[in-house]
Every structure is written in C-alpha cells, then in structure tokens.
C-alpha cells in the first residue's frame, strides 16, 4: 500500500533520525565519515517544516529546502526494508511537486563521489550533473532537474 507522503510532525522525529540513519549508515566504512543527512538537526528542519514523511511507520524521509529560486533536496532516506518498493520514486516524485508548487524553477541536490548507486539513480529521474567539487571534507557530486512550469491543467 502507497502511504501518502505528509509533512512530519514532531512526534516523528526519532522515527526520522532511524530511517536516516538506517540509510545512510552503510556509507560510513566506504566514504570514511559519517554522511551529512546524519548528523543533521531534525528537530529543526521539521520545526521549519523542511521534512516530508511516508510510512507507517515512516520508511521513507525527504527534506526539502526552498532558495529564492531553487528547492534544495537536502536529503532523502528510505529504511532498507522498504527498498525495491517505489519509495524512492515517490519521494523525487514529491519533490518536483513541492518544487512547482512553490514556483521554483529546479531542484538542485548533491551527492557523495562515493554514493556511486545515487550516481546510476538521479539521471534516470531528469536530474544532470552540474560539478563535483570538494565541500569541507565531503567530495561531491552536484545536479540539478529544471521543473517546468504547471501546464493550465495542472493548477
């Protein structure tokens, strides 16, 4: 069953912070540092109504920035239990969304260089590589997806 993808609430953050975690904990041994999505403040992002849940329970996670004239993907998790089940698509889905809704023209997210699985997943989802630079410790790989305007139909 498709759980619809809501803003998270306060009684969900340990639930964000065990997706997050679950998701991102594999990274460590291969990239050597704990990935940034998890040592970020949840109880901020959601406060600031930055953070997007699915599941019951939460399985899947999405945090969503607005800029003046970009969404920024902060970061996206789904628990390894729910893998393989469209989660993720749904989540990029929602995003481009939230993106024409807010009348933000792209999305722009970054990756690890050494994430290479999310490097084989966002170009099939529009998403182009900008730049790969070095962020602090982190060497990453940037994209972005242009969001085209609603169509009349779509308002």
């Keep these: 069953m498709d759980h619809p ?6 009684a969900d953050i340990d639930a964000i912070e065990a997706v997050t975690d679950a998701a991102y904990r594999p990274y460590v041994a291969r990239i050597g540092i704990r990935p940034a999505p998890m040592d ?7 406060a600031a109504g930055r ?3 699915t599941g019951d329970p939460v399985m899947g ?7 003046p004239d970009h969404l920024v993907l902060e970061s996206i998790a789904v ?9 993720g698509k ?9 993106a024409r809704a807010l009348g933000l ?25 900008t730049e790969r630079r ?9 994209y972005r997806k242009r969001i085209p305007e609603a169509t009349p139909d779509e308002r």
């Design 40 to 46: 970020a403040d949840h109880t901020t992002d959601v």
């Design 134 to 142: 070095r962020d602090g410790q982190y060497d990453r790989v940037h």
């Design 5 to 10: 993808i809501r803003p998270a609430t306060a």
């Design 61 to 67: 996670v999405l945090v969503l920035v607005p800029e």
């Design 51 to 53: 953070v997007f849940v």
């Design 90 to 98: 749904r989540l990029l889905a929602f995003a481009d969304t939230h």
């Design 79 to 87: 628990h390894p239990d729910a893998h393989r089940q469209g989660m």
């Design 105 to 129: 023209p792209e999305i722009r997210l970054y990756t690890n260089a050494l994430m290479w699985e999310n490097q084989e997943i966002y170009p099939r989802y529009g998403y182009e590589v």
